[in-house]
């Protein structure tokens, strides 16, 4: 009784294993200013499953609306002072010297695993204060020019340091093995590197 029960866990994981050793392809085209359009075509399965899907999300409203009573701008001034303080914490973890080459691993790593076809994509990152958006790009710095030199995509990181703000625009086609994907994940959510500065970025 108890072998047939592991037998079939055994093989109830097999056939989960392989599923995600199956390649899957997505093709995108979404862009992100204040709200959310995109499309998604997916592959899977060598072309048995294929599901196009359109999430969006709609255009925040103005924040001047939503102040209209002093304890509740007092609240939001305090939030704000939180987010601050959150923000320079998540920077200063950044600057680790050990933390950035675990980031850059990962990055480079899921790079590799990671099959490209037409991608375009464009970024602008601003954080509203233009000496922690200096700080900030001094590290996305190097990893704009790392992806902006690969051939097969077209890739284009930029700050703003005159307002808060993230606009991406992109398009294109990946293929990836789920499978890779989650290890190269597991790895790094469960180094003690990331652990420790995941902590450290929570501190108020």
Known sequence: MVSSILTTVLVILLVFIVLLAIPISLTHQLTWNQGFQGEFTLRWLF???????????ATPEESGKAKRVDSKAKKVSSKKKSSTGKRRNIIATLRQKVFRQRIYRFITDLWRAVH????????????????????????????????????????????DFLESNIEVDSSGTVQLIPLHIIMLILGLLLSPTILKGIKQMRTT
Do not use: Q, Y
């Open 116 to 159: 490209k076809e037409n991608i375009r994509l464009r970024v602008c990152l601003g954080l509203g204060d233009p000496a922690d958006t200096g700080r900030l790009w001094a590290i996305m710095g190097p990893i704009a020019g790392m992806l902006s030199s690969v051939k097969e995509v077209k890739i284009e990181i930029m700050p």
């Open 47 to 57: 072309g048995l499953v294929h599901i196009h899907f359109s999430p969006s999300k």
